[in-house]
Each structure stands twice: as structure tokens, then as C-alpha cells.
């Protein structure tokens, strides 16, 4: 129940187009929803967050849809470029208990070509 | 604003030794959680202490131990080291570590040898 699951597992686009990153959960205790982008060599960077209590999140070119009937999430790039080549990770976290620390899905290598 | 630091960032050592990992949080946090990251397991979480306090703990064998100082810096040690402990060790840091966010630092790349 702990688990978040992430796909697609690697990802290629050209320059300019929108790759998409789903993520689904179990538990219903995760109120907090981050993304993170991890280059080679570095730590993981948060990107955007959201919390269940809107459906979308903008900043930049970077977009969380949110779907809480289906415990779903994605992340949208728009614009891409060669820069965002990274590793991304979704994550999830609740308030209590075990659930309290991020939970990481298995991450994401995407690939901008340009 | 420093952020997450943390030391040394490259270490190297043997089967059977010990380890201690460093991690200085973005000043004014309290939170400080560390995670292990392989290829075949992801990033998974190890422990977080908040005010010199243990607050939770991942499923890790009792080898992976940690301790928070009073200035919230924080050090984890894995005794009796196996070939399998080989890994990025993160920290993050929070203000709180329940409803904010949590920041990480470069890691720690553990070889064991």
C-alpha cells in the first residue's frame, strides 16, 4: 500500500514536444504529491508539487495533473528541450505514521532530443 | 540561502568496515531524512530525525544506524559493511518534515569494495 507507481520507465522526444510522466497510488493517506528531476551525479531537485485538494498545478513549463478518484498523477513538460534530459521522480508522502515519509516511484529517464 | 550539504561525497571502502555519513541542513530546518539510492531499488527510505529525535524509520537491517545533533546536523553510520550497502546515500531536510518541503543534498557515493 506504501508503493507509488511510475511509468513509462524511459522516454524520448524531440525538442519542442510535451513528454508525459504518470504516477499511481494506493494509500490514501498521501496528501503531498512533489516531483523531482535528478541530473547524473546529483541529488534530486524539487521540481513542482501539488495536494489533492486542486486538479492541475502550473509553474513554468512544468504541469501536475492531478486525479484523486483514481489516485493518479502526471507530469507534463511543455516546450521541451535538451536541457530537461534527466531522471525524473514522482513521489507521495502523508501526515501520520508510515506513510509520513516520501514514498518514490522508480523514476523516469528522459531523453530530449535536439 | 546554503542549501543541503552533504560530506564527503566519494567514499571508498572495505567489506566488514564502518562508515559515517555527514549532512548539514539548510539552516533553520529540523527535519532531516536519508535515503538510499541504488539502480535495481530506486530511492528508499532509510530514517528521519526531527530535534535530536528518531521520528521514523525505513525497513533497513539494524547495521544502518543514525543520530541528529542539536544544530540539526546529522551523520549515519552502517557498520559491518557488505558489497551490497554500494549505493548514493541522500539526505533531505525540511523546516518540519510533515507538511513542508523537503530538499536534498548531492549525496554521498558509497563504493564497498
Known amino acids: 500500500q506504501q508503493q507509488v507507481k511510475q511509468s513509462p520507465q524511459s522516454l524520448i522526444v524531440q525538442k519542442g514536444g510535451i513528454p508525459i510522466i504518470n504516477c499511481a497510488y494506493e494509500n490514501t493517506a498521501f496528501d503531498y504529491f512533489p516531483w523531482y528531476q535528478q541530473f547524473p551525479g546529483k541529488g534530486p531537485a524539487l521540481l513542482i508539487a501539488?495536494?489533492?485538494?486542486?486538479s492541475e498545478k502550473k509553474e513554468g513549463r512544468f504541469t501536475i495533473s492531478f486525479n484523486k478518484s483514481a489516485k493518479q498523477f502526471s507530469l507534463h513538460i511543455m516546450d521541451s528541450q535538451p536541457g530537461d534530459s534527466a531522471t525524473y521522480f514522482c513521489a507521495a508522502r502523508g501526515l501520520a505514521g508510515s506513510a509520513r515519509q516520501l514514498t518514490f516511484g522508480s523514476g523516469t529517464q528522459l531523453t530530449v532530443l535536439p | 540561502k546554503a542549501g543541503v550539504t552533504q560530506t564527503p561525497r566519494y567514499l571508498i571502502k572495505t567489506r566488514g568496515q564502518q562508515v559515517t555519513l555527514s549532512c548539514s541542513p539548510i539552516?533553520?530546518?529540523?527535519?532531516v531524512s536519508w535515503y538510499q539510492q541504488t539502480p535495481g531499488q530506486g530511492l528508499q527510505f532509510l530514517f528521519e530525525y526531527f530535534s535530536e529525535t528518531q521520528r521514523n524509520k525505513g525497513n533497513f537491517p539494524g547495521r544502518f544506524s543514525g543520530r541528529q545533533f542539536s544544530n540539526s546536523r546529522s551523520e549515519m553510520n552502517v557498520s559491518t559493511l557488505e558489497l551490497g550497502d554500494s549505493a548514493l546515500y541522500l539526505c533531505?531536510?525540511?523546516?518540519?518534515?510533515?507538511?513542508?518541503?523537503?530538499?536534498f543534498g548531492q549525496g554521498t557515493r558509497l563504493t564497498v569494495v
Open positions: 501539488i495536494r489533492p485538494d486542486v
Open positions: 539552516s533553520g530546518h529540523r527535519s
Open positions: 533531505a531536510s525540511s523546516l518540519d518534515g510533515l507538511n513542508t518541503e523537503a530538499f
